[in-house]
């Protein structure tokens, strides 16, 4: 297998992007279909949590989506709702709906009392379902729309001798709706462009409130796009000026990096005990916290360069994680507190915080080769091609032999010529993280052996982690990377290849504002490439059959 | 709080409406004078007891020559070695597929996927994610899932929801049942009917739920008009979901069949209960929450909540790991020394023995279960299939594959077939037959068959 030349590539690449960024405006792309993504995981959570508040409890199973472009977000894309899945999407609906109209939030949450509280009450139902639909189905309501929810309240209401179970009833059926669940994107003609197509108001909220806040429009992005101001730039800078301004930004941005880093895993990641005394459920989810809040302190808070998240000492830190990283933390249940690793711990950049080198690792050791991927693939956007299926490994990786360091065992790999070509991608990477065992701890030998976290990250040496931080601070694939997995995020879909020169426009604006992750939302929220798609092919209902296995 | 819907409002308390509902007084004690003579089918109706099917996955395959010993011809007769010594005892319930390749005209072997997801879909995969074709499990429920409040069960022992081998595509995926308390509270939780109980009351809160879907359903019939093709189907596959789901509310509302089969199994110990178990996987862990889940999904299949179900005992990469060891299961695969005198790697072989034990357990679950003149081993057919032959080097021709129980007589058990090379496809296209899905070929490319395994044909 041939090596990929990397570095060149990429110099050439940014000889390219400085051409690019000349330009004054984004070079046009005809887009693609518009999407129609099922909600993930994060989004619905965040939407409850909007909308009615975040005491309310979400539980359930979400069926898993596949990881597309990087992207869960853009696997949404693709997703369907299997019947285990919508069981769950029913469950939660009824316990979320009986928690809003419960005693304690219905005074809030609902705009009107009933004139009995034992029957149905028309006007106020219909009050109700006018606020909740309007923000769930992400546009005001058809009379059709708010009459099915009025009457299946109604009719619930009367069969159960109450106006709140019945509303209950009502919005549980909201909460399974396709047009809850899925967030559809409508067309209409192009006045500026015409025989084309562009996205309606509505879609274009919805597109602007998933890209910056992981959640639905609220209520001042639906009155622009009802007032058409979404379809001008004026309208269309003035919110999104307002939206990278809202506290929601940060929610969003959470969700963006929760994403990219593929975190959803910590959730349930499990290191041997006896191995790793020291890590815990507790410490895994502190560990996720600390790197979102990282993050969003560099880049949002402070406006800061990307590109210095992967060398920034400064971040936060927690009772669980002082134990984990052996720092003394003044008031361990006060929650997290901000921190700065010294300038001589070898602790610089996220790819040294717990998190990340904890997730890529096996449950008893580190993984050089999973953690050179993971750099490689998920904060460089480069793909590492899958192992070969034939090879025995068994051949080269001895526990008994006398290997004692990763490096050892590793180096043996590249006696293989099957293995050698991959494995060079990722183990020099890798290997410079070797420092901070499986559970993220430092540590300086492994075996009794002294650990060598020398390396080389396209063409660029480094002596240890913070090294590696460093080289991959000066990658220009790092930028260019954040840069291609928010269009696709914002987008839903993977960037096409045709939009190889917008994404380097985009990079180079990235560049030219110092790398500032809201001047890039900014750029990219307000760019026609956000919203550009093209007429979709749609099929007559007579030729559409119902799925195998139908019940019905 | 801080929430976009909102009003200002002082609090006040409202009385709450009771429920209404009639109670419908029904005692039917089930007895066995309720089946025909033969005890196929119940006396009452004449319907034959359905004969459901489910799958049981394991990670790593086997380790050649220690696992099963290879015949040349097909026939009576399987030889268990060590690492399968504990199926020994359920012999005649089972048959072994030896000898059946998977090949893949020049598409990669993609590691600890490929295998399973040919041997499931009858495609190989183009990716290391394409489920190219629906899991023979899904091809069965569209053909008997019926009249069953859920579709297919999943489950899964390693706590992993999404470790599930079942799936329509790619996209199309459900996530499995990863605790035993969830999977409880799921089939025999609040929304449970005791087929043998007594009394049966129809929940008016069920029939206000099936109105909601209803109206939903036909609220939302609008939005085909709106969307591409694609997007057609994924709403189509919405639809089946809803009307999945009426279909299970209407079974709610109908008082069920009495049926001496079921009994109420123990509920799982809760987080903080003494002896709770917690998801993990760690070997022992795995085992025990893998022994009280099926229970409970074989409780499910016999109270007839369900005749498809799946289980995945340890996922494709087999993350099974034992206590203070560095290295999982899969890295022992791998990385282990090959031990020269013993003729594999210890360890690797260690877990590869619990898996099979495991099986077991699973076989004995269903047989563990009275129902009509046998047991519910007697009426299901389980297909229990694996990624690799030989995990060390990730091989996939040879992968081994059992199936476990008589199908209703369908099929004949206690054979070694040998498969001489042919596809592996013939397992899963014979196991659909048997479970009377009318289907000549199945499969694609090389792996495409329409050669029934006769043998094993009652």
């Given at each position: 297998?041939s090596?990929?030349?990397?570095h060149?590539?990429l110099?050439?690449?940014?000889a390219l992007?400085a051409?690019a960024a ?7 792309t005809?887009?693609a279909?518009p999407t129609?993504?099922l ?5 619905y ?5 909007d909308?009615?508040?975040?005491q ?5 199973t979400?069926?898993p ?5 990087g ?6 894309s ?27 939030n219905r005074?809030?949450l609902?705009?009107c009392r ?10 106020c ?6 606020q ?6 992400r ?5 059709e729309e ?6 299946v ?6 069969r159960?001798?109450?106006f ?33 197509v562009?996205?309606?108001?509505f879609s ?10 992981g959640?639905?429009?609220d ?6 796009a ?8 004026d ?10 301004a ?15 880093l ?11 005990s ?14 996720r ?15 800061g ?9 400064k ?7 002082g ?5 003394p933390?003044?008031r361990?249940d006060?929650?997290?507190?901000p921190y700065e690793?010294?300038?001589?711990d ?6 040294t ?12 050791r580190?993984?050089?080769t999973?953690?050179g991927?993971?750099?490689?693939e ?8 899958d192992?070969?299926?034939n ?14 360091t990763a490096r050892d ?17 990722t183990?020099p990477i ?10 993220g701890?430092l ?8 650990i060598?976290a020398?390396?080389n ?7 240890d ?22 269009y696709?995020y ?7 290849k045709?939009?190889k020169?917008?994404?380097e ?6 560049a ?5 992750v809201?001047?890039?939302l900014r ?25 195998p296995?139908d019940?019905? | ?6 009003r200002p409002?002082?609090r ?31 006396a ?15 990670g790593?395959?086997?380790?050649p020559?220690?696992?099963i ?13 060590e690492?399968?010594?504990s199926?020994k005892?359920y ?5 072994y597929?030896g000898?059946?390749n ?8 993609y590691?600890?996927?490929t295998?399973?997801?040919a041997s ?12 190219p074709?629906?899991?023979?499990d899904?091809?069965?429920?569209d ?8 579709r ?16 329509r ?5 459900a996530?499995?049942?990863?605790s ?5 509270a799921?089939?025999?939780g609040g929304e ?22 209803s109206?939903?359903?036909e609220?939302s019939?609008a ?6 093709a ?6 189509d596959?919405?639809f ?24 109420l199994p123990?509920?799982?110990r ?26 409970l999904?074989?409780?499910?299949v016999?109270?007839n ?6 289980m995945?005992?340890?996922d ?11 290295y999982?299961?899969?890295l022992?695969t791998?990385e282990?020394?090959?031990d020269?005198?013993l003729g594999?790697?210890p ?12 099986f077991?357990?699973f076989i004995?679950?269903?047989?563990s279960?009275p129902e009509?003149?046998g ?10 299939a694996t990624?690799t ?5 990730h ?7 059992f199936?476990?129980?008589?199908a ?12 001489n090379?042919?596809p592996?496809?013939?397992?899963g296209?014979t ?7 009318s ?20």
């Amino acid at each position: 297998m041939s090596i990929r030349p990397l570095h060149s590539l990429l110099v050439a690449g940014v000889a390219l992007l400085a051409l690019a960024a000349c330009g004054s405006a984004p070079p046009p792309t005809a887009g693609a279909d518009p999407t129609v993504r099922l909600l993930t995981e994060p989004q619905y959570r965040q939407i409850i949590a909007d909308v009615f508040g975040s005491q309310i409890v979400v539980g359930g199973t979400f069926d898993p989506m596949v990881r597309t472009n990087g992207l869960l977000a853009v696997g949404a894309s693709q997703a369907h709702v299997t019947p285990a899945g919508l069981e769950q999407f029913d469950r939660m609906a009824r316990a979320i709906a009986a928690q809003v109209v419960a005693a304690d939030n219905r005074d809030v949450l609902v705009p009107c009392r009933p004139a009995r509280a034992e029957s149905a009450d028309e006007a106020c139902a219909r009050a109700f379902f006018g606020q909740a639909g309007r923000l769930l189905y992400r546009h005001p309501l058809s009379a059709e729309e708010l009459r099915v929810p009025v009457a299946v309240a109604g009719e619930a209401a009367d069969r159960l001798g109450s106006f709140y179970d019945g509303l209950a009833a009502g919005l549980a059926g909201m909460l399974v709706s396709p047009s809850f669940l899925f967030v559809i994107e409508s067309t209409e003609p192009d006045p500026a462009a015409p025989g084309k197509v562009r996205l309606d108001a509505f879609s274009k909220a919805q597109r602007l409130s998933f890209f910056l806040w992981g959640s639905t429009p609220d209520d001042a992005l639906l009155a622009a796009a009802e007032k058409g101001e979404l379809h001008e730039r004026d309208g269309l800078e003035a919110q999104v000026e307002r939206m990278v301004a809202s506290p929601r930004l940060e929610s969003g941005m959470r969700m963006f990096f929760n994403d990219m880093l593929a975190f959803e895993d910590l959730a349930r990641l499990e290191k041997d005990s006896l191995i790793y005394p020291a890590f815990s459920a507790a410490v895994a989810a502190d560990a996720r916290e600390q790197t979102l809040r990282t993050i969003v302190d560099q880049v949002i808070t402070h406006r800061g360069d990307y590109r210095d998240l992967f060398t920034t000492r400064k971040t936060f830190i927690s009772g669980p994680l002082g134990r984990i990283y052996r720092v003394p933390v003044a008031r361990p249940d006060a929650g997290f507190m901000p921190y700065e690793f010294p300038e001589d711990d070898p602790r610089a950049g996220l790819i040294t915080q717990v998190s990340f080198a904890a997730l890529y690792s096996h449950p008893g050791r580190s993984s050089p080769t999973l953690r050179g991927r993971a750099i490689r693939e998920l904060l460089l956007c480069q793909k590492v091609p899958d192992p070969p299926g034939n090879v025995d490994f068994s051949l080269f990786n001895d526990p008994n032999a006398p290997q004692r360091t990763a490096r050892d065992r590793l180096t043996a790999h590249a006696t293989q010529a099957a293995c050698s070509g991959c494995h060079k991608l990722t183990d020099p990477i890798g290997l410079g993280m070797e420092n901070l065992d499986g559970a993220g701890q430092l540590r300086t030998d492994e075996s009794g052996a002294p650990i060598d976290a020398a390396g080389n990250l396209d063409g660029i040496d480094f002596k240890d982690v913070a090294g590696l931080g460093r080289a991959m601070r000066e990658n220009p694939a790092a930028p260019a990377c954040v840069v291609d997995r928010l269009y696709a995020y914002g987008t839903a879909r993977a960037p096409l290849k045709s939009e190889k020169a917008l994404l380097e426009y985009f990079t180079g604006e990235f560049a030219d504002s110092g790398y500032r992750v809201p001047e890039l939302l900014r750029e990219i929220a307000t760019s026609d490439a956000l919203f550009a798609v093209k007429a979709p092919a749609v099929q007559s209902a007579a030729v559409v059959q119902p799925a195998p296995g139908d019940p019905s | 709080m801080t929430v976009l819907l909102k009003r200002p409002a002082t609090r006040r308390s409202v009385l709450r409406g009771m429920l209404g509902g009639a109670s419908v007084g029904v005692a039917l004690p089930f007895l066995d004078v309720f089946l025909n003579e033969s005890g196929t089918a119940l006396a009452d109706t004449g319907a034959p007891i359905p004969v459901r099917f489910g799958t049981w996955y394991w990670g790593l395959g086997h380790t050649p020559g220690h696992a099963i010993a290879p015949k040349t011809k097909t026939g009576p007769g399987i030889t268990f070695l060590e690492e399968c010594k504990s199926l020994k005892p359920y012999e005649q319930h089972l048959n072994y597929f030896g000898g059946f390749n998977m090949p893949l005209d020049g598409r990669s072997n993609y590691t600890h996927f490929t295998g399973w997801v040919a041997s499931r879909t009858g495609s190989a995969p183009s990716s290391n994610s394409d489920i190219p074709a629906p899991t023979l499990d899904l091809l069965v429920a569209d053909q008997i899932a019926g009249n069953t409040r859920f579709r297919t069960i999943d489950c899964t022992s390693v706590g992993i929801p999404r470790e599930n081998y079942s799936a329509r595509s790619t996209n199309n995926r459900a996530a499995a049942e990863a605790s035993a308390e969830r999977l409880y509270a799921r089939v025999f939780g609040g929304e449970f009917a005791d087929p043998n109980k007594g009394e049966f009351t129809p929940d008016p809160k069920v029939m206000v739920r099936k109105s909601v879907l209803s109206a939903v359903r036909e609220d939302s019939k609008a939005l085909e008009k709106k969307l591409g093709a694609a997007d057609r189907a994924r709403l189509d596959e919405y639809f089946t979901s809803i009307r999945q789901l009426e279909n299970q509310l209407d079974l709610q509302l109908k008082k069920p069949e009495p049926n001496a089969a079921c009994t109420l199994p123990e509920r799982p110990r809760k987080e903080g209960d003494e002896q709770h178990i917690k998801a993990g996987l760690e070997v022992d862990t795995v085992v025990e929450n893998h022994r009280i889940m099926a229970k409970l999904m074989a409780m499910a299949v016999a109270c007839n909540q369900t005749r498809i179900f799946n289980m995945v005992f340890s996922d494709n990469f087999s993350h099974l790991r034992r206590p203070g060891q560095t290295y999982t299961h899969h890295l022992l695969t791998h990385e282990e020394t090959w031990d020269k005198e013993l003729g594999y790697q210890p360890v690797a072989f260690w877990f590869n023995c619990r898996q099979m034990d495991a099986f077991a357990t699973f076989i004995e679950t269903f047989k563990s279960i009275p129902e009509g003149a046998g047991t519910l081993l007697d009426n299901v057919l389980i297909f229990a299939a694996t990624e690799t032959n030989y995990a060390r080097v990730h091989s996939i021709d040879g992968v081994p594959v059992f199936t476990a129980g008589h199908a209703g007589g369908r099929i004949k058990t206690g054979l070694h077939v040998v498969g001489n090379g042919d596809p592996i496809t013939r397992v899963g296209l014979t196991a659909m037959q048997i479970m009377g899905l009318s289907l000549d070929t199945w499969g694609t490319r090389s792996l495409q068959t329409s050669k029934t395994i006769s043998e094993i044909v009652a």
